[in-house]
């Protein structure tokens, strides 16, 4: 099969399509023949030598989020069937041509979903629900502030916040792609960032003390803005580290507002943890999707064998949407 490995961390440039021997399932596995993979800024990470894989998880192939057809069953096996559309999360490997993956943690694709689309679903979606409500709490009425709303997590946290009776208030740098993000994912507010106290923009769309939940993408130097806009109890989810990965607070506001502040990764879960939660997409968000009120926001498909112009179109910061790979072969 093919794949693209990483020939010595670096630019773009290291991205290369080699040769790999076609892997066999073991008990409980299953041999994906992928379609798609999304391209992810951890990928970039990796390439540069900057966020190496979990224990156990080949180093030098990429790729987070994948789509495709079971090929291959293991033993033992008896979720799915040969021939049926599957994604899912890995912590690493879905730039290839086949994937081997346990099958409780695949995720069947839902009806009418094409699979160069379900590329890009299970990452944005199962990290902005597992942030939004299983960490957050995030509750039907609730207000929650998304940074950066123009993110592929801040595109599915706007939909989902307004697929769950919340409402969401999106932030981003760039105003146009900012009002971008807002019609196609639905937030009900947006703030540019810079533009002004963050917490003064939440409070005046909401009507209220501030935002149950932020959602933070950006990391670094943001985090007693974060606590600022978050109300009395509120909670801040760290997912990502965009600005850096040095902060200070006060925590003396931090007690006395009684607020939380939790941090989170998908990569680095363990099989049990990945399981539980490809079950409960299937349970809560497979039917948004069939019904057409969840949707993935697709920016633009490259060939596999073109990942490393994928990745340099990623690091322009130009894209509103996921970037996914398609394997033509």
Known sequence: MKVIAIQGHGGPDVLQLVDRELPAPGRG???????????????????????????????????????????ELGPGCTLRQLGDPVMGLVAGGAYAQSLLVHERETIAVPEALPLAAAAGVPEAFLTAYRALFLEGGLGAGDWCVIRAATSGVGLAAGQ????FAAQALGT????????????????????????????????AHSGGPGAAVVLDLLGGGHLQENLQAAAEEGTVVSVGLLAGTQDRIDLGALLMRRQRLIAMTMRSLPLERRIALARLFERRLSPLFAAG??????????PLADAAEAHRHMAQN????????????
């Open 29 to 71: 596995e299953v041999r994906v023949e992928v379609r798609a993979a999304g391209v992810n800024r951890a990928d970039l990470l990796q390439r540069q030598g900057l966020y190496p894989p979990p224990p156990g998880v080949a180093a030098d192939v990429p790729g987070l989020e994948y789509a495709g057809t079971v090929a």
């Open 160 to 163: 989902l916040a307004g697929a």
């Open 172 to 203: 981003g740098r760039d105003a146009q792609r900012l009002a971008r993000a807002a019609a196609t994912a639905g937030f009900a507010a947006t703030h540019v960032e810079g533009s002004g106290p963050l917490a003064e923009a939440v409070r």
């Open 293 to 302: 009120r969840l949707k993935p926001t697709i920016d633009r498909h490259f």
């Open 318 to 329: 130009h894209h509103l949407g996921k970037l996914i790979l398609i394997n033509t072969g």
